[in-house]
C-alpha cells in the first residue's frame, strides 16, 4: 500500500507522528509537512518513509499516475481543509488532496479544532459529498481508555479501520 500522510497546522502534530510510527513496516508512506507542522527529524531514518518538501509541487505524489492508494491530513487545518473544499492546490499537501479528488482514492482529513466554524461546518459537509472521509479526532467511550495513549491509540485504530489498515490499537465493541 502506498500511503501520503500530510501533517498541516501546529496544534495535534503528536496525533499525525504517532499515526506513521504505528503504521506497518510494509506500508510505503510519503510524508509532507505543511511549515508550521514540525521538523521531519522523527521520520530521516526510516527505510519506508520518503520526505516530501511541501513546496514541491512536482514531487512525484503529485501525479494521479503515481497511484497512491489512499491520503491523509492528520491533523488538518481549518486553511488546509478549507483549501481542499474550494479546490486550491497551491503546495503539495492540497495538490495531493486534489489528485485523490480526481482520481476518486481515499482521503482521510482529521480536522483538529473546535468548535467548529459555521463556514469549517459547510466546507466539511461539501467534502463529505465528494466521499472524502472527515474524521477529527474524537473519542470513543466505548474503549474504556484510561490514559491520553489508549485513547490516542483508539483514533489512530479507527482511522485505520477507514484506510482498510488492519490493527489492534483499541477494544473493539463487544
Given amino acids: 500500500m502506498k500511503l501520503v500522510v500530510a501533517i498541516s497546522g501546529a496544534s495535534g502534530v503528536e496525533l499525525g507522528i504517532k499515526f506513521i510510527q504505528h503504521l506497518p513496516q510494509t506500508i510505503?508512506?510519503?510524508?509532507?509537512?505543511?511549515?508550521?507542522?514540525?521538523?521531519?527529524?522523527?521520520?530521516?531514518?526510516?527505510?519506508?518513509?520518503?520526505?516530501?518538501?511541501?513546496?514541491?509541487i512536482a514531487a512525484s505524489i503529485a501525479s494521479g499516475s503515481f497511484q497512491v492508494d489512499a491520503t491523509v491530513v492528520i491533523p488538518c487545518s481549518m486553511n488546509t481543509l478549507a483549501k481542499i473544499a474550494c479546490g486550491i492546490a497551491d503546495n503539495l499537501v492540497t495538490r495531493v488532496a486534489a489528485v485523490a479528488l480526481k482520481e476518486q482514492k481515499k482521503l482521510l482529513l482529521a480536522p483538529r479544532e473546535m468548535p467548529y466554524s459555521a463556514i469549517a461546518l459547510e466546507n466539511m459537509l461539501k467534502l463529505s459529498r465528494l466521499h472524502v472521509i472527515i474524521a477529527p479526532p474524537v473519542?470513543?467511550?466505548?474503549?474504556?481508555?484510561?490514559?491520553?495513549?489508549?485513547?490516542e491509540r483508539f483514533v489512530i485504530g479507527k482511522w485505520y479501520d477507514l484506510l482498510g489498515i488492519n490493527n489492534d490499537l483499541y477494544r473493539r465493541w463487544q
Avoid at 140 to 150: C, D, F, M, P, V
Fill in 139 to 151: 473519542m470513543g467511550y466505548y474503549a474504556q481508555s484510561s490514559t491520553i495513549e489508549e485513547m
Fill in 28 to 56: 510505503e508512506v510519503h510524508l509532507i509537512t505543511t511549515d508550521h507542522a514540525l521538523t521531519v527529524n522523527h521520520f530521516e531514518n526510516h527505510n519506508n518513509i520518503t520526505i516530501h518538501n511541501n513546496s514541491n
